[in-house]
């Protein structure tokens, strides 16, 4: 075992590489034709906001890493050049296949359901009239075509706006000739557009060809020669200084203004864009041939998105659902009483996220409730979490809430929901210098006879309302002293400068939890070398920790046989002979998105589970705030481990990871099919 180099960049993937290999597992849904037709437009619309954000933070670092000469390899040995080569290879094969998938597969199913996606060719003349009058009230008065000349210099085009450059011939009305302009497509108006129709046919057409249709009419006097989209990608990744900054709000503020003016990365057009104005743009953007990408249609598949809501065709979308409540709950009012008998853990979307909502409902309206706290990444603008904040804090309770104001893309939210909270006079903290608050936690402190007791809930995913439904997460509510004491503990840690707290039960990064799971793994190890039960099953959405890793590829080695669900990012390569024999990646890829973090550990046949904000990544380790909790209840470790072994026979929603870095699907075969996520659905709700 010790003649093996785990450090060996031949045992670990490219985590950029699998990024794009998830991407690629959810674009699969999109041509799943055993998926609803509008939930397929819908993973084919996040397929493509995936890819952006990719751009726009990794895609970024790693030309800003190149620009810096900091080209140095990864544990998997790729250079940042031999990286950015390789992305965008995979990058156009993505492409290439999402246009295909829309144009030969989407937009046909569409029309054979009654839901046409028209093109100027199509439209009938009295659509033609009544589109005509839209772009003359609704849309022509929104637009600012911009004119290129000396005196008016190429604009700033903001991240990700749809823009249409335009070729003219002629003189203007000061006699000065003019040979480009610029329409950038309105975020104000929605991208697509329903047609009025009769007897129940659906038409769509984007408002980018409305624009495109009538853009001499934006240019009298001159002659359009040809009118083209573009869209560019900017690096969207904000710095701030924390060591240098006084007002953590107002530069984050500041800095929010700035990112949609970021370096540019990449540059959109359709395959038609002549080669003069693709060269033209790419000057401009000070970009390069590779970084361009030329689509066979229209540029932004994510505008697609709107397509789900504006039609209403229940035989095309997923089965709705009505999120269960735990029997225990159900007719228990006083939530406190029911914690107060033993723990709960709910596991949603299949379960409801009201108790939740409840719970600080309830807490704001106590009177012998004294104190609430708790931390906020992600939570929605219209948030029934902050409403029951609000509440409580206007009725007199201790209210703290530590919102994480870099919560990437929602910062902006965060900032308002912070002003909000802070004017109902709750106390507002942006947690920890340089560490990112994830943790999911809500303490409630109550005046109980002779004594304070602390009820607390604790998540592995975001107290957002909409998320809630659509990510598989868990939560626990408890009111056991030591967890309840731990996270005491913690928010002191986060709100006034304190030593490292000593945690009886909870596993806390960045100072104990990537230590504790290394203890854990080695455990295992000790009890396979001496013939005992040993087994490790973790589900996840990223890992590629290298020291985990590691580890894992150690436990391999000697006999613990380790099942890992990762939906995402994957550095850990399975199935090496003599190395990861022992080790299963699979990913699951369905209705939900799988968002839950468990880990469990077989100790010999006394099993210890935990759930956790956290995935096993550096970030997560060392530079996040982050909490992983003992499941204690024997029945909800039973629980738990069977919703992990449900996924690990799911043979129709699962992907497997080859040692080569791919993924194969499952396939049922002959065998009775397995679907993790639908199975769970029926027993939980129905």
């Not at 970024?60 to 790729?78: C, F, N, T, V, Y």
Request: aromatic letters at 8%.
């Amino acid at each position: 075992m010790n003649d093996v180099d785990l450090k060996s960049p031949q045992l670990f993937i490219n985590r950029e590489l699998s990024f794009l290999e998830f991407n690629r597992r959810v674009l699969a849904q999109a041509q799943d034709e055993s998926v609803p037709l509008l939930e397929r437009v819908k993973f084919l619309a996040i397929s493509c906001s995936n890819l952006d954000e990719f751009f726009e933070i990794r895609v970024a670092g790693l030309k800003q890493r190149r620009e810096l000469g900091s080209l140095a390899p990864g544990p998997d040995g790729m250079d940042v050049n031999d990286q950015l080569e390789a992305i965008r290879r995979r990058s156009v094969e993505l492409l290439d296949t999402q246009y295909a998938l829309l144009n030969y597969a989407i937009l046909p199913a569409l029309e054979t359901a009654g839901i046409r996606v028209l093109r100027p060719a199509d439209w009938s003349v009295e659509q033609q009239e009544w589109i005509a009058a839209y772009f003359a009230n609704e849309v022509e008065p929104v637009l600012t075509p911009l004119g290129l000349d000396p005196a008016r210099p190429f604009p700033r085009i903001q991240n990700k706006s749809l823009n249409l450059i335009v070729e003219l011939a002629g003189t203007d009305a000061f006699g000065r000739d003019a040979t480009l302009a610029i329409v950038q497509v309105p975020r104000s108006l929605p991208r697509i557009i329903r047609l009025p129709s009769a007897g129940g046919a659906i038409d769509l057409i984007y408002l980018s060809q409305v624009i495109h249709h009538y853009v001499e009419q934006l240019f009298t006097g001159m002659e359009v020669r040809g009118c083209h989209q573009f869209r560019v990608t900017r690096n969207a990744d904000l710095f701030v200084d924390d060591e240098e900054t006084e007002d953590l709000m107002r530069a984050v503020q500041g800095e929010l203004a700035s990112r949609r003016y970021g370096d540019a990365v990449r540059l959109e057009t359709r395959i038609d864009c002549p080669a003069q104005v693709r060269d033209f743009l790419l000057e401009r953007f000070e970009l390069v041939a590779d970084d361009h990408y030329a689509v066979d249609g229209p540029v932004n598949l994510n505008r697609l998105m709107a397509i789900h809501g504006l039609v209403d065709r229940r035989d095309l979308k997923y089965v709705p659902f009505a999120p269960a409540v735990p029997r225990r709950l159900i007719g228990r009012p006083d939530l406190f009483e029911a914690i107060r008998e033993k723990d709960v853990l709910l596991h949603h979307p299949f379960q409801s996220f009201a108790p939740v909502v409840d719970f600080l409902s309830q807490a704001a309206a106590d009177p012998q409730v004294l104190a609430i706290k708790q931390t906020l990444y992600r939570t929605g603008a219209a948030s029934p979490v902050v409403d029951a904040l609000v509440a409580a804090a206007r009725a007199g309770k201790e209210v703290t809430v530590v919102i994480e104001l870099m919560a990437r893309f929602d910062e902006a939210a965060n900032i308002d929901l912070a002003t909000r909270l802070q004017e109902a006079g709750a106390q507002v903290m942006y947690g920890v210098v340089g560490f990112k608050t994830h943790a999911k936690l809500i303490m409630v402190v109550r005046r109980e006879q002779d004594r304070l007791r602390r009820y607390c809930h604790l998540g592995t995913g975001n107290y957002h309302p909409r998320t809630t439904r659509e990510y598989t997460d868990y939560g626990l509510f408890s009111c056991d002293e030591a967890i309840g004491e731990d996270l005491h503990e913690l928010f002191l840690q986060l709100t006034s400068p304190t030593r490292v707290a000593q945690m009886r039960k909870v596993l806390q990064s960045p100072f104990t939890m990537h230590e504790a799971m290394l203890e854990r793994t080695r455990r295992e190890i000790a009890h396979a070398l001496a013939g005992r039960p040993a087994r490790i099953v973790a589900k996840m959405n990223a890992l590629i920790e290298p020291q985990i890793i590691q580890s894992l590829y150690a436990a391999s080695m000697a006999g613990v046989k380790v099942d890992l669900i990762v939906r995402g990012v994957c550095s850990l390569r399975p199935g090496v002979p003599g190395v990861s024999d022992n080790i299963t990646v699979r990913s699951i890829v369905g209705r939900f998105l799988e968002h839950s973090r468990v880990f469990y550990f077989e100790n010999d046949g006394d099993p210890e589970v935990y759930c956790a904000s956290a995935d096993w990544m550096e970030r997560n380790f060392f530079r996040r705030i982050e909490v992983a909790f003992p499941v204690q209840r024997r029945h909800h470790r039973q629980q738990l481990f069977e919703d992990l072994e449900l996924y690990l026979t799911d043979n129709s929603q699962a992907w497997v990871l080859q040692p080569d870095g791919n993924y194969v699907r499952e396939q049922p075969g002959a065998r009775e099919t397995v679907v993790a996520q639908t199975m769970l659905l029926q027993r939980l709700t129905g």
